[in-house]
T-cell receptor, first 113, second 114 residues
């Protein structure tokens, strides 16, 4: 299909781990991205993974990529209230040209104190 | 730091008005994009431009037009605003060279059409 799919909401307690999942569309996408949108702001690149990798770790963030299932996940360890935001999964399929992204619907993460 | 600015954070317009949303970036990026963001629908691409005076339709161009007369500025025009164009509008820019093709976003304009 043409849609990048994410669940709309996730709620976790402060200090727990959060896992945000995404199913993307094109197994030949070179890069897959996670963008974060804080309240009242635009999107900001949080992390990305190159398609020849299975996993990428960056401090509290772990990205897992399953190309066979076209599944991408973002794990946030020790989730803090400042992590409350909307998280967007995105890809640039080779067919889209000119580096046009396809964004997911976004997952709103709420961290409870 | 890359900066993408948008002319207004909030706008309220009446049905039928012509509306201009302006976006300026300071990183000499070739690519610029206009998206609208609606709850449950994520970001949908309206138009993008890969060079001055060059534009391509995105996924939802109906009811919109764009203008790019200078490299740093990309304008979105609602020819005759309608209530279904009430939304958050986000501008972004990127460079076609260099990985990972990050897009840099402005803070958004929340447009209400009454």
């Amino acid at each position: 299909g043409e849609d990048v799919e994410q669940s709309l909401f996730l709620s976790v307690r402060e200090g727990d781990s959060s896992v945000i999942n995404c199913t993307y569309t094109d197994s030949s996408s070179t890069y897959l991205y996670w963008y974060k949108q804080e309240p009242g702001a635009g999107l900001q690149l949080l992390t990305y993974i190159f398609s020849n990798m299975d996993m990428k770790q960056d401090q509290r963030l772990t990205v897992l990529l399953n190309k066979k299932d076209k599944h991408l996940s973002l794990r946030i360890a020790d989730t803090q209230t400042g992590d409350s935001a909307i998280y967007f999964c995105a890809e640039i399929p080779p067919t889209s040209g000119t580096y046009k992204y396809i964004f997911g619907t976004g997952t709103r993460l709420k961290v409870l104190a | 730091d890359v900066k993408v600015t948008q002319s207004s954070r909030y706008l309220v317009k009446r049905t039928g008005e012509k509306v201009f949303l302006e976006c300026v970036q300071d990183m000499d990026h070739e690519n610029m994009f206009w998206y609208r963001q609606d709850p449950g629908l994520g970001l949908r691409l309206i138009y993008f431009s890969y060079d001055v005076k060059m534009k391509e339709k995105g996924d939802i161009p109906e009811g919109y037009s764009v203008s790019r007369e200078k490299k740093e500025r990309f304008s979105l025009i609602l020819e005759s605003a309608s209530t279904n164009q009430t939304s958050m509008y986000l501008c972004a820019s990127s460079s076609p060279s260099g990985s990972p093709h990050e897009q840099y976003f402005g803070p958004g304009t929340r447009l209400t059409v009454t």
